[in-house]
């Protein structure tokens, strides 16, 4: 199994933005063959990214934000600063 690490530094106004095109893109992949991307391409810090108009995923994507949010915030709190979303 390959295991990918990706270590993302940026504002916090940004991660709501950054990971739902990091988990949009993801889910794009993953479904390509049986999606249509949306006509109109998603953009986050002049990055173009793939995305599909398929409310059910929209939620799925919303969903899975605001849990690593809402993780990355309870990490901070509890350690005073970094930490990981582990278990998200």
Known sequence: MLLVT???ALDRL???DVLKAIISTIF???LFASVKPS???QEVLD???PAVEDAE???L???KVAKLVASLDANHNQDG???SAAGV
Do not use: C, K, N, S
């Open 61 to 63: 994507i919303a969903e």
């Open 6 to 8: 990706v270590d993302v």
């Open 14 to 16: 940004l991660v709501r």
């Open 39 to 41: 006509a109109q391409p």
């Open 57 to 59: 995923l929209d939620a």
């Open 81 to 83: 600063g970094g930490g």
């Open 47 to 49: 990055v173009t990214y």
């Open 28 to 30: 794009f992949h993953r």
